[in-house]
Nanobody
Framework: VQLQASGGGLVQAGGSLRLSCAASGRTFSNLVMGWFRQAPGKEREFVAAIRWSGSSTYYADSVKGRFTISRDNAKNTVYLQMNSLKPEDTAVYSC?????????????????????WGQGTQVTVSS
């Protein structure tokens, strides 16, 4: 599975951005896609996850109600719609894919829960 993230940029606080993660290569029915972010000097943190099939999603508390993860199976693309952005959302955002079966998305919130990673895209929120 190859992943290509895009859509980052510079936005003012309160603004919105939509990130995209295009997947290519073999896909799996039990695929889980996740978004993570890493700010300078901080550890990578989980943002959101979605199953490739079904409607299950899961969010970090810090973004719940502001970010929405979605997918377009026909385009093999996962999106992260980010609204009401705050300066503390500034980070490099990366998408990841997990092909190992998982029962609940709450078990897919660590970096090592994922098998493939795309390159990051920078999101900068100015105050």
């Amino acid at each position: 599975v190859q992943l290509q993230a895009s859509g980052g940029g510079l936005v003012q606080a309160g603004g919105s951005l939509r990130l995209s993660c295009a997947a290519s290569g073999r896909t799996f029915s039990n695929l889980v896609m996740g978004w993570f972010r890493q700010a300078p000097g901080k550890e990578r943190e989980f943002v959101a996850a979605i199953r490739w099939s079904g409607s299950s999603t899961y969010y970090a508390d810090s973004v719940k109600g502001r970010f929405t993860i979605s997918r377009d199976n026909a385009k093999n693309t996962v999106y992260l719609q980010m609204n009401s952005l705050k300066p503390e959302d500034t980070a490099v955002y990366s998408c990841a894919a997990r092909i190992r079966p998982i029962v609940v998305l709450t078990n897919a919130i660590r970096s090592n829960d994922y098998d493939y990673w795309g390159q990051g895209t920078q999101v900068t929120v100015s105050s």
